[in-house]
T-cell receptor
Framework: QKEVEQDPGPLSVPEGAIVSLNCTYSNSAFQYFMWYRQYSRKGPELLMYTYSSGNKEDGRFTAQVDKSSKYISLFIRDSQPSDSATYLCASPNSGGSNYKLTFGKGTLLTVNP | KAGVTQTPRYLIKTRGQQVTLSCSPISGHRSVSWYQQTPGQGLQFLFEYFSETQRNKGNFPGRFSGRQFSNSRSEMNVSTLELGDSALYLC?????????????????FGPGTRLTVT
């Protein structure tokens, strides 16, 4: 079982829709969670960073973590065509020198005007 | 503040050759990580350097190596290139402040080097 699983999609929604992107993880040691956005032929861009369970909001984006079910979500409100990209969830191994990001495979999102 | 820069942006090599990729982290960042991204495997961790020391290594063959210089700039090298090494190679930098708690593990990626092996 991969440590971070993500539905690859693709996901296609009309402009203005609420988008829900989801990941599950298996390693209980994961404490921090990140969402990256990657446009075609670009490097990933850090969108959201969360620690512990609960919600974190930043503009149209809300990141949600449920540690009891090992489930993380990213919600995009009022989606725009410029949100069309691949969204990647990731978690760093916690602590000391054991540091790397484990990524999901990414979900390709298209927002249609 | 300037972001992570990677050079070159594109490379075409033939099998058996070797290649060196370069990464300059965000000013003040001492941790540099390298990732390989392919359509089939997604983003996979190669290695991480902090203060010129490799602290973590992913599950890649010894043909993949790297180093970090005193100014935190990093290079990765792939020897004896194979067709399967064709990928986007991404460098990421981080402050990685262990004692700082939340906000210290964020990694910022460069645009990547797209390597094509023919």
């Amino acid at each position: 079982q991969k440590e971070v699983e993500q539905d690859p999609g693709p996901l296609s929604v009309p402009e203005g829709a609420i988008v829900s992107l989801n990941c599950t993880y298996s390693n209980s040691a994961f404490q921090y969670f990140m969402w990256y956005r990657q446009y075609s032929r670009k490097g990933p861009e850090l969108l959201m960073y969360t620690y512990s369970s609960g919600n974190k909001e930043d503009g149209r984006f809300t990141a949600q973590v449920d540690k009891s079910s090992k489930y993380i979500s990213l919600f995009i409100r009022d989606s725009q065509p410029s949100d069309s990209a691949t969204y990647l969830c990731a978690s760093p191994n916690s602590g000391g020198s054991n540091y790397k990001l484990t990524f999901g495979k990414g979900t390709l999102l298209t927002v249609n005007p | 503040k300037a972001g992570v820069t990677q050079t070159p942006r594109y490379l075409i090599k033939t099998r058996g050759q070797q290649v060196t990729l370069s990464c300059s982290p965000i000013s003040g960042h001492r941790s540099v990580s390298w990732y390989q991204q392919t359509p089939g495997q997604g983003l996979q961790f190669l290695f991480e350097y902090f203060s010129e020391t490799q602290r973590n290594k992913g599950n890649f063959p010894g043909r993949f190596s790297g180093r970090q210089f005193s100014n935190s700039r990093s290079e990765m090298n792939v020897s004896t290139l194979e067709l399967g090494d064709s990928a986007l190679y991404l460098c990421a930098s981080s402050l990685f402040l262990v004692a700082a708690g939340v906000g210290s593990y964020e990694q910022y990626f460069g645009p990547g080097t797209r390597l094509t092996v023919t």
